[in-house]
């Protein structure tokens, strides 16, 4: 029981002296609650959860763009906008139907969803679509 004594009031002198340094006491990453999906009927969810499962598993890795891209291509009806299936995906990844990965070149980082059966095969990050610069 002392040293449990002891060892508190180290950590208290050691956090009086961190910020009496000018160091900010250093805080955790917030919770997040989970993901509620009220905005469509559980068919409807189905559905959208179904055909966006097939979409990254037919053609994934793919970014956001990329999935809102063969999203209109199939015409998916009850979906509303890209912040509705952005709202979608972070719900899919929290229930492990999709994982995200990085793609890490050089200074790019590119963020892809995929399932969790696909194998590695990551193409190399795009430059950006900035202006070129030539020699």
Known sequence: MVFATAARMMSA??????VAAGMPEKKGKP??????????TPEQT???????????????????????????????RGLSNKRHMKLILRWMREKQKLRLICNHVGPHKQFLYTTWFT???????KPGKGPSKSP
């Open 13 to 18: 002198a050691a956090k009086k002296a961190t």
């Open 31 to 40: 919770k997040m609650k989970p993901i509620e999906l009220h905005t469509t």
């Open 46 to 76: 189905q559905t959208i959860t179904r055909t966006l499962f097939d979409i990254v598993k037919e053609h994934g890795p793919l970014s956001i763009a990329d999935v809102w891209q063969r999203v209109q291509e199939v015409g998916l």
């Open 119 to 125: 194998k590695g095969n990551i193409n190399p990050a």
